[in-house]
């Protein structure tokens, strides 16, 4: 009896431990992502511009239209963009899709953003990562109980994936398009072609638009962290509400258009957005 109340005693023991050491981890990390997180918000500025009809009226007639579905007339460029997310990932067609819920921070001037995931939930986190675009710098990192690195990737390409990922999700705050580190083109009647530069980068893309003025598709070259090539990446919109008096995507996905074919590979609801000036 002895010998077994002392077994037990050891297991109760390492389990605790085990626990602690987890605890700790995710402790750190989150730190880690929290000071990721006030050096991008001491860092944003405030744009000091209220969006008005004759600050896009010399644009493509489909830029014109996104601009006023959207509703950004009378709106300040906010300083900081929150958004909040649920979702689903997977890392191919024949892997099995992962369950998430995010957060995301923006500054938009200067651009930068830090994306936190948890796996499967923020209530019951198996696995923890990071995806950040700051001070012109990309870099992902993902850990398996805040612990076991998943992903752990930066550089060059990801400084320039993260500023395209910017780019891409000025969607939810439409009105930094019309800053001044962003030009738009005529492309044709259904779309237009626009870039943004950070920090010596550059982002090209172009934004399909329909008669309303509902963006429907964003379509780019960026950096694949998987075949480690510039692929093309488009992000279909599958549904709109308004957020903050602004008409905004609030479901889409991420497809890697892929020589062996399309990789349906993130699928997202916007659960929340909120501005600060």
């Known amino acids: 009896m002895a010998v077994l109340k002392l077994i037990a005693m050891s297991i109760t023991a390492v389990v605790i431990l085990a626990v602690l050491v987890v605890g700790l981890a995710y402790w750190i990390f989150t730190q880690q992502i929290g000071a990721d997180l006030d050096r991008l918000v001491a860092a944003a500025q405030p744009a000091n511009a209220t969006i008005t009809e004759a600050m896009f009226a010399s644009l493509p007639e489909p830029a014109q239209r996104y601009f006023r579905f959207a509703g950004v007339v009378g709106k300040p460029i906010p300083r900081l963009v929150r958004l909040t997310q649920k979702g689903r990932i997977r890392s191919s067609n ?95 009647k259904d779309s237009f072609r626009a870039a943004i530069s950070d920090r010596g980068l550059t982002a090209e893309a172009v934004f399909f638009v329909d008669a309303d003025g509902r963006l429907t598709n964003f379509r780019a070259q960026r950096y694949n962290t998987d075949s480690r090539s510039i692929e093309t990446w488009e992000t279909p919109v599958g549904a709109y509400r308004d957020f903050g008096g602004l008409q905004l995507p609030s479901a889409g996905s991420a497809v890697w258009k892929l020589p062996s074919g399309d990789l349906n590979y993130i699928e997202l609801e916007i659960t929340g957005v909120t501005y600060e000036n």
């Not at 892997?95 to 796996?119: C, G, H, I, K, Q």
């Not at 076991?148 to 320039?160: K, S």
């Open 94 to 188: 024949a892997a099995n899709w992962m369950t998430l819920e995010s957060d995301e921070t923006y500054s938009t001037n200067p651009p930068a953003f830090v994306w936190r995931a948890w796996f499967p939930a923020a209530a019951t986190p198996v696995a923890l990562g990071r995806d950040e675009y700051l001070e012109g710098r990309g870099s992902i990192l993902m850990k398996m109980l805040a612990i076991a690195p998943l992903a752990d990737q930066r550089g060059d390409e990801l400084a320039a994936a993260g500023l395209m990922r910017f780019f891409n999700e000025a969607m939810w705050f439409p009105a930094a398009l019309l800053g001044p580190n962003v030009s738009i083109a005529a492309r044709d």
